[in-house]
């Protein structure tokens, strides 16, 4: 990650908008994820799904049988990367169905657009 400051104007929307990114995966408004990622999205959660392209990102989504129930983003550090570009590491925790916790940490690199602050790539670590 990058250590170039990034104006507080921008470190909130980014936040929002990875905030936002759990909230549409929890109601499972999939068809909306344009609203936080953008087209060329390139998304790996490896052994669950990996996807490249806000369609193919959304197909998989789609196709998760038991997806978690609820998303929690924590400990969000937002570094420029670029004028228009940050990168971004934060912990989640997911409520799966059965009541399991699981951890992970979430790498993101978002992306400044005519439509606003947009996740290009997700990379997620388990953790645990």
């Given at each position: 990650m990058t250590n170039q400051p990034v104006n507080p104007a921008d470190a909130r929307a980014?936040?929002?908008?990875?905030?936002?990114?759990?909230?549409?995966?929890?109601?499972?408004?999939?068809?909306?994820?344009?609203?936080?990622?953008?087209?060329?999205?390139?998304?790996?959660?490896?052994?669950?799904?990996?996807?490249?392209?806000?369609?193919?990102?959304?197909?998989?989504?789609?196709a998760i049988a038991t997806p978690a129930v609820s998303h929690h983003i924590t400990n969000v550090v937002v570094a420029g990367a670029g004028e228009d570009t940050a990168e971004c590491q934060s912990k989640a925790l997911a409520l799966r169905a059965e009541g399991k916790i699981t951890a992970a940490i979430y790498r993101d690199t978002v992306t400044r657009t005519?439509?606003?602050?947009?996740?290009?790539?997700?990379?997620?670590?388990p953790l645990g």
């Amino acid at each position: 990650m990058t250590n170039q400051p990034v104006n507080p104007a921008d470190a909130r929307a980014i936040e929002e908008v990875l905030n936002r990114v759990a909230y549409l995966l929890d109601t499972h408004e999939y068809d909306r994820l344009g609203e936080v990622f953008a087209p060329e999205i390139f998304f790996d959660n490896p052994g669950r799904l990996t996807a490249n392209g806000l369609d193919d990102v959304i197909a998989s989504f789609k196709a998760i049988a038991t997806p978690a129930v609820s998303h929690h983003i924590t400990n969000v550090v937002v570094a420029g990367a670029g004028e228009d570009t940050a990168e971004c590491q934060s912990k989640a925790l997911a409520l799966r169905a059965e009541g399991k916790i699981t951890a992970a940490i979430y790498r993101d690199t978002v992306t400044r657009t005519d439509a606003g602050w947009r996740v290009s790539a997700r990379r997620i670590s388990p953790l645990g």
